[in-house]
């Protein structure tokens, strides 16, 4: 909105041509976004807690858990809050990227909302059923990869992506098989997200890394010199989404100060599935999907725990009459509290290792 208020005045002052400039509306938005979480937080919290909307907490769960029964949840609600007030107000408005994005964030931000409310008026765990929140998720896949085989952002073929550490090699899809790929994308990433966000501030820190990471990224393919000089995708106009992911990451920092361990508030799926989609909604508008699993690798290793878990012990009950485990808990992060880890121990440990993955991502544009 600033862009298109500001900009045509710097006939009038060159002063405002600084809003021509994506890095300084980055820097705009990411700051307005921790504003807008720290600002409001107090109130959406307060507003939460008046309504009564706790957190359930599942009584197979970590024991240390229980004490945390009736913290106010669906604090995602902040968290989109302060992506798209700043994306509205520093991206430009008539960029395809940055309204794609936001449509996603909504969409699923939506969903993850009545997730959550199912669960409180039912006063237990089973919110939404899993194939509704499934066809939720996949729709919207279906949809996103359809719109872009019908109506491509870029020159850049539709059905191709990139692939880590090579910089002449490419996929390229069958555009049928592409669709199902980007629905895949966004089902995972989403529910990974979802799956990891069981610890105080642990998938809101994960995600500000993986957010600011896909925004270097984007501003990166945007720029045509940047991108012929590290021999990647071209991207008109992908620099813009460099805003929505900073943006992002700005709410998820600003949700952490309420959020850190002991959580004032919890993110519930409202966050979680919002989040998580996007981010495999950017990834998929920067072609960068392969990028996505070692930026996001955090998030693939709790998914991929969850996975193991269940198909283990079906397997070995079905064969033995004995269910057993390859973890003590899963997801992950409850593996490691079981084995004697403090729950802040746990939580800082994924950060750095989360941090560790987006600079390995990172280098992986100049090794290729």
């Known amino acids: 909105m600033l862009y298109h208020l500001l900009v045509p005045l710097a006939e009038y002052n060159a002063a405002f041509n600084v809003f021509r400039y994506q890095t300084f509306r ?30 359930i907490i599942r009584t197979e769960g970590p024991q240390t858990h229980l004490g945390k029964r009736g913290t106010p949840t669906m604090g995602g ?30 969409w699923l931000g939506v969903l993850g909302f009545l997730d959550d409310y199912l669960k409180i008026t039912r006063k237990g765990t089973d919110g939404l ?61 989403s529910n990974a997200v979802n799956l990891t966000d069981g610890l105080d501030g642990l998938a809101a820190g994960l995600s500000a890394i993986a957010a600011t990471t896909f925004g270097m990224f984007a501003y990166l393919f945007g720029r045509v010199d940047t991108s012929d000089y590290l021999n990647l995708f071209y991207l008109p106009g992908a620099g813009e989404l460099s805003i929505f992911c900073v943006a992002l990451a700005g ?29 495999g909604a950017v990834a998929v508008l920067l072609k960068a999907e392969f990028l996505l699993a070692i930026v996001g690798a955090v998030f693939v290793a709790e998914a991929l725990s969850v996975m193991a878990q269940t198909v283990y ?56």
């Open 26 to 55: 980055a820097a705009g938005a990411v700051v307005t976004a921790f504003l807008v979480a720290f600002i409001f937080g107090p109130t959406i919290i307060g507003r939460l807690r008046m309504l009564k909307l706790g957190q």
């Open 77 to 106: 609600v902040l968290i989109v809050l302060a992506t798209v007030i700043p994306t509205i107000l520093w991206a430009r408005l008539d960029n395809q990227y940055t309204l794609t994005a936001l449509i996603v964030l909504i």
């Open 129 to 189: 059923a899993g194939r509704y929140k499934i066809l939720g998720q996949g729709s919207l896949g279906l949809l996103l990869g359809a719109l872009l085989v019908w109506f491509p952002f870029s020159d850049i073929p539709s059905t191709w992506t990139q692939i880590p550490f090579l910089k002449s090699i490419h996929v390229v899809f069958f555009w049928p098989a592409y669709i199902i790929f980007v629905t895949f994308v966004i089902v995972g990433c």
């Open 251 to 279: 709410g998820c920092i600003g949700f952490l100060w309420f959020n850190a361990h002991p959580a004032e508030v919890f993110m519930g799926d409202t966050g979680s599935l919002a989040i998580g989609g996007v981010l």
């Open 313 to 368: 012990y079906k397997y070995t009950k079905r064969k033995t009459g004995t269910g057993r485990r390859i973890f003590r808990m899963a997801p992950l992060h409850h593996h490691f509290e079981q084995i004697g880890w403090h729950e802040s121990k746990v939580i800082i440990r994924f950060w750095i290792v989360g941090i560790m993955c987006a600079l390995a991502a990172v280098a992986t544009l100049k090794i290729r």
